[in-house]
């Protein structure tokens, strides 16, 4: 499939959208439009809009899981040499990138926030 014939006219832009939309959430096609900010401002929008489970390139959903589960056990580890009397500093997690998604839907509920505790005289 050549990309071109999309724009000579040669294959409808429905079969390129039918493609696109088949991919496999790790390809570099879906992680380019997870980290697109001006597509998860339009994504926001839609009424169905969620943070989902999107991933950015090199960060698939396994990866994601397994940092989530090391981070969950180091937290683990912490609290159970705190219980047992040991001052130790809490853990250095390690970072789970957001999509531009997530980071939009985190900015709005922010900005409600923010708007309700204006109302309420609280600044």
Do not use: C
């Amino acid at each position: 499939m050549d990309l071109l014939d999309f724009f000579r006219g040669l294959r409808p832009w429905g079969q390129f959208y039918r493609f696109t939309k088949n991919l496999p959430p790790e390809s570099k096609f879906k992680a380019a439009q997870a980290a697109d900010p001006e597509l998860a401002k339009v994504m926001a929008d839609q009424p169905q809009a969620s943070g989902g489970m999107a991933s950015l390139e090199g960060y698939d959903l396994q990866t994601r899981l397994l940092v989530a589960n090391f981070n969950m056990m180091k937290i683990l580890d912490w609290h159970l040499l705190r219980v047992n009397g040991n001052k130790v500093p809490s853990p250095d997690l390690w970072p789970i990138p957001k999509t531009a998604l997530e980071l939009e839907l985190s900015y709005r509920k922010k900005l409600v926030v923010d708007s309700v505790l204006a109302d309420l005289g609280v600044t």
